[in-house]
């Protein structure tokens, strides 16, 4: 198995049997703090939200922002980091909509998707965006033949 086949397994290890988000039971510490500032920012925005908001928000009350919101949201996934528990949807590249824990989704299906990013991605995969699922009504669909 080459370096490309290798980090690719890696993403479908660590998302296969992956069916339903946690929820607040699903965060550390850090992680909770985190969710609770995007909360408050989301109810004074109408649950929108942008990037640079966060991190101002997040750097005022509690110094420097160590995660990521694409990290807990519900159309993306990385391969590790990766939290179990989601409570965002990133509806461009610097915007958010805060759904909170076990969105069940609208009546159509959210599609799930997955740019290899970091020092360690493989040279063909860099740039390059997979769809690797969908979630749908509180649930993860996982599709890999996109990554064959």
Known sequence: MNETQKYIE???TTHQQRTKPEGLK?????QKIFYDTIKTIAQNNQNKLLTNQIREEYKSRHGTLNLL???FCYNLVNIAPDFKTKFLIRT????FNFVDFFWLSDDSELRITWTPK??????????ET????????GEYKWNFPELD
């Open 10 to 12: 890696r993403l479908i």
């Open 26 to 30: 699903g965060l550390s510490d850090i």
């Open 69 to 71: 919101p694409t990290d």
């Open 92 to 95: 461009d590249r610097r915007t």
């Open 118 to 127: 970091g020092s360690k991605v493989p040279l063909e995969l860099r740039g």
């Open 130 to 137: 997979f769809n690797v699922g969908k979630y749908y009504k």
